[in-house]
């Protein structure tokens, strides 16, 4: 066993610059693939931990407070076998803004304000609040970065400013995604508390989230939490539905949260942040791969004569085989060792990305089985890819082995000759280089196309969804300029009024669809007028017009088994009624389960309350704070919230990302196609290293040569960069739909600009001339006197 690895290490010695590359890639790809394996294998458990140290809750509801709907929600609760431990914690649920203290802009979002006093047990902060009082606050883990221990959060809450000093961070599954909820859930003092709600009777509503957790014979029964949650809604439904007949001024506001759904909606933005990372460290071992092919491929033909004579002296085809293994996995293995050593070292760092993306910290020890998989499937392919370059051996007999492994003579036709080109020598080199030997740079066109494709799909991604609005446009959601919560009579006010163009009212409820005998609990968006919604993704049909129709979204309509045309009926205790499904939409709301209809069909199934969100779009050339002072000379005490800004909060993670993302491609694809030609240059200069010499002797200048070595693979590069950026496109497009199929997403818009192609052609092409002409600098030091030799 001692001779394969003696001839297999001096084999390496021969081919070091390829190996060295080989290495490297093979850790750079070990390195991202073992990152971005373990985020996606734990990023669940990081939750789980989470739940376990809070003592999470397995459904909430949040509402505004109501004595008679607490004792309702009460009664039920400890009426289920399933359910048990109810408790009941106050908060404030606010419209209100922020900033760090001294900044001048402030950001519109929702807080929901609890009291570290008040005593719980179920869905605890993960942090001690013991000795916090007056303004320090306990804010989210997600805002740490911007807001260090010690600084000054202010809160606006209407015209009233609170500092809150950050003392600690809370981590909570529930409210940790921007995906779920987008609300920060912080922690005050009593005083603080009392000082917000009496100071703000309008904008700081008093709430209630109410907590149970599912029994152990509900776990052991592998009871669905989720459904379990439906029949807890569905029953307060019917009792709501009733109760407003009777107390039609009630406003009673509830959110039904059950954790494995959250836990679904949490981890949606981190996995396609991390499996996009983990597909490009994939396209790395597949370049390594790739570069290895032909360099070992180029190793064997040129060493015939050392083949034919380990053959003749009794090596097997077998044999040489194995050694190829030792070499290649002595390789492979060991960068793989290294770069998984280093993303261990390093996964608590970088799992600031799944801090940013999914709002909780990292958690979860090194996974011993993710290392022994990305370690044995690099290897496992390793040793695939050896047994199959292991064929050339036997391609070869050892007679022509011996002659250098030329049996023939190749006349192929001269399609660049000299004397009827008008290109320059080393164009015209280049050319005959590169069609002359085609088979030959297949593997540098292969590389060069990956390297396009993905680069410009990451650009690509920028350009389509890089703003806001794409990516609103992505998600499938409509858009608006402001809304605010008010009746009938306050809409018919602000549509009266100069700043506005048209308004909608809107509500959304849960209801159970059947079709025949399947039932989907399916959360319901009801909308007054249908005709002035601007975006939301319809990609079959149209938006509903009459009380009789409903759009479903994809999954919804996929998991009733429905299309346009169909009908689907609404059941509950209040009625039963049929509707015509009108359209089909897609969108990443509740995880693509939505329906839409007009208000007066959610009138017959539904009681509908007199106050609902208003939704307003302005005239052109209005700004939010033209609307926003005309709005408040009339109603100065409710609170309007623009929009734009509040979508910012919840989408601008995303575009920041696929931002950092584009960046973090780009920067690879500089440091692989530098890899790629350098390993390319040094070979050929190695090969013509005589030819080179002669040409010197001959009148040509190191720079003209130093040219040739440049333009010798330019016309492979250019082949392979111009297929990857017509590929692109489509490519680009059935990536994001295979990213979204999770909402169900059938159609997704993928542009790509023209800078983004010009951009991405320079990068490769410049930084491949670059990287030659620094290697073929080692043309300057030879000396043609010093090559004349004694044969």
């Known amino acids: 066993?001692?001779?394969?690895f003696f001839i297999?290490?001096?084999?390496?010695?021969?081919?070091?610059?390829?190996?060295?590359?080989?290495?490297?890639?093979?850790?750079?790809?070990?390195?991202?693939?073992?990152?971005?394996?373990?985020?996606?294998?734990?990023?669940?458990?990081?939750?789980?931990?989470?739940?376990?140290?809070?003592?999470?809750?397995?459904?909430?509801?949040?509402?505004?407070?109501?004595?008679?709907?607490?004792?309702?929600?009460?009664?039920?609760?400890?009426?289920?076998?399933?359910?048990?431990?109810?408790?009941?914690?106050?908060?404030?649920?606010?419209?209100?803004?922020?900033?760090?203290?001294?900044?001048?802009?402030?950001?519109?979002?929702?807080?929901?304000?609890?009291?570290?006093?008040?005593?719980?047990?179920?869905?605890?902060?993960?942090?001690?609040?013991?000795?916090?009082s007056g303004n320090a606050a306990v804010v989210p883990i997600s805002l740490s970065n911007a807001y260090p221990k010690g600084s000054v959060l202010q809160l606006k809450i209407g015209d009233n400013v609170y500092d809150l000093k950050v003392a600690d961070y809370n981590e909570d599954n529930i409210f940790c995604s921007p995906m779920n909820l987008g609300t920060y859930k912080v922690y005050i003092s009593d005083d603080l508390y009392e000082t917000i709600r009496f100071e703000n009777p309008m904008d700081a509503y008093d709430s209630r989230c109410v907590k149970t957790q599912i029994t152990d014979t509900a776990r052991k029964k592998?009871?669905?939490?989720?459904?379990?949650?439906?029949?807890?809604?569905?029953?307060?439904?019917?009792?709501?539905?009733?109760?407003?007949?009777?107390?039609?001024?009630?406003?009673?506001?509830?959110?039904f949260l059950p954790a494995e759904l959250m836990k679904t909606g949490s981890m949606i933005l981190p996995l396609i942040f991390v499996a996009l990372i983990f597909l490009f460290a994939v396209i790395i071992l597949a370049i390594a791969i790739v570069i290895i092919n032909f360099s070992v491929k180029n190793f064997i033909m040129t060493n015939m004569k050392n083949t034919a004579i380990m053959e003749a002296s009794g090596y097997t085809v077998r044999e040489l085989v194995l050694i190829l293994l030792f070499q290649l996995l002595l390789i492979s293995g060991l960068g793989a060792a290294i770069g998984i050593l280093a993303g261990a070292l390093l996964l608590d760092k970088i799992g600031i990305i799944i801090l940013i993306t999914l709002g909780l910290k990292w958690n979860q020890p090194i996974n011993i089985a993710v290392i022994l998989a990305v370690f044995l499937s690099i290897c496992l392919l390793v040793a695939i890819l050896t047994v199959i370059l292991g064929r050339e051996y036997s391609k070869?007999?050892?007679?022509?082995?011996?002659?250098?492994?030329?049996?023939?003579?190749?006349?192929?036709?001269?399609?660049?000759?000299?004397?009827?080109?008008?290109?320059?020598?080393?164009?015209?080199?280049?050319?005959?280089?590169?069609?002359?030997?085609?088979?030959?740079?297949?593997g540098v066109i292969f590389i060069m196309m990956i390297l396009a494709v993905s680069s410009i799909v990451a650009f690509g991604m920028v350009d389509t969804y890089g703003s806001d609005e794409g990516v609103l446009e992505m998600g499938g959601f409509d858009v608006y300029d402001a809304y605010f919560t008010g009746d009938a009579a306050m809409e018919e006010s602000v549509a009266a009024m100069k700043t506005v163009a048209n308004t909608r009212r809107e509500i959304w409820n849960g209801l159970n669809f059947y079709n025949k005998k399947i039932k989907q609990s399916i959360t319901t968006r009801a909308i007054s007028d249908t005709s002035n919604i601007i975006g939301g993704s319809v990609i079959e049909g149209r938006w509903p017009k009459y009380p009789n129709e409903v759009m479903l979204a994809t999954n919804s309509a996929g998991k009733l088994g429905l299309s346009v045309g169909d009908v689907v009926t609404v059941r509950n205790d209040m009625a039963t009624e049929t509707y015509i499904v009108c359209g089909i939409s897609q969108t990443m709301n509740n995880m693509g389960m939505m329906a839409y209809m007009t208000t007066e069909g959610l009138a017959k199934v539904f009681t509908l309350p007199d106050s609902m969100?208003?939704?307003?779009?302005?005239?052109?050339?209005?700004?939010?704070a033209d609307f926003e002072k005309e709005f408040k000379d009339a109603y100065p005490e409710v609170t309007v919230t623009d929009y734009t800004e509040a979508a910012h909060q919840t989408v601008g993670l995303i575009t920041s990302g696929l931002k950092m993302f584009a960046y973090f491609v780009a920067f690879l694809t500089i440091l692989i196609v530098a890899f790629v030609e350098s390993l390319i240059v040094r070979t050929n200069i190695n090969k013509q290293w005589r030819n080179l010499g002669v040409c010197k002797a001959l009148g040509f200048t190191s720079?003209?040569?130093?040219?040739?070595?440049?333009?010798?693979?330019?016309?492979?590069?250019?082949?392979?960069?111009?297929?990857?950026?017509?590929?692109?496109?489509?490519?680009?497009?059935?990536?994001?739909?295979?990213?979204?199929?999770?909402?169900?997403?059938?159609?997704?818009?993928?542009?790509?600009?023209p800078v983004s192609y010009i951009l991405t052609a320079l990068i490769i092409c410049g930084v491949a001339l670059a990287t030659a002409a620094f290697m073929g600098r080692k043309i300057k030091t030879l000396e043609p006197v010093k090559m004349i030799t004694e044969e």
Request: glycine share 6%; charged share 20%.
């Open 1 to 4: 066993m001692y001779r394969f």
């Open 8 to 132: 297999a290490k001096n084999n390496i010695k021969k081919q070091k610059s390829d190996m060295i590359t080989f290495f490297i890639l093979s850790m750079l790809s070990s390195l991202f693939i073992f990152i971005s394996a373990s985020f996606l294998a734990d990023t669940g458990k990081v939750i789980d931990t989470n739940r376990e140290k809070i003592n999470s809750a397995d459904i909430m509801v949040l509402a505004t407070y109501n004595e008679s709907m607490l004792n309702k929600l009460e009664e039920i609760i400890k009426g289920n076998v399933y359910l048990k431990n109810y408790e009941v914690q106050d908060y404030l649920n606010c419209n209100s803004k922020y900033r760090k203290k001294g900044d001048k802009n402030w950001i519109e979002y929702s807080f929901h304000l609890y009291r570290y006093e008040q005593e719980c047990k179920i869905q605890t902060m993960s942090t001690k609040a013991d000795g916090l």
């Open 222 to 255: 592998h009871i669905d939490t989720n459904k379990l949650n439906d029949e807890l809604g569905d029953e307060v439904l019917t009792w709501y539905n009733e109760y407003v007949k009777d107390h039609p001024d009630a406003v009673i506001n509830m959110n």
């Open 396 to 442: 070869v007999s050892v007679l022509s082995a011996l002659k250098g492994g030329v049996n023939t003579h190749s006349y192929k036709k001269n399609l660049f000759s000299f004397d009827k080109t008008s290109f320059s020598i080393p164009v015209t080199l280049a050319l005959k280089d590169t069609f002359g030997k085609f088979s030959n740079q297949l």
């Open 613 to 624: 969100n208003v939704c307003i779009n302005f005239k052109p050339g209005v700004s939010f």
């Open 703 to 753: 720079r003209q040569l130093i040219v040739q070595v440049m333009m010798s693979n330019l016309p492979a590069i250019l082949i392979g960069v111009c297929v990857g950026l017509l590929l692109s496109p489509f490519l680009g497009s059935k990536l994001m739909i295979s990213t979204m199929l999770i909402f169900g997403f059938k159609k997704i818009n993928f542009s790509i600009g």
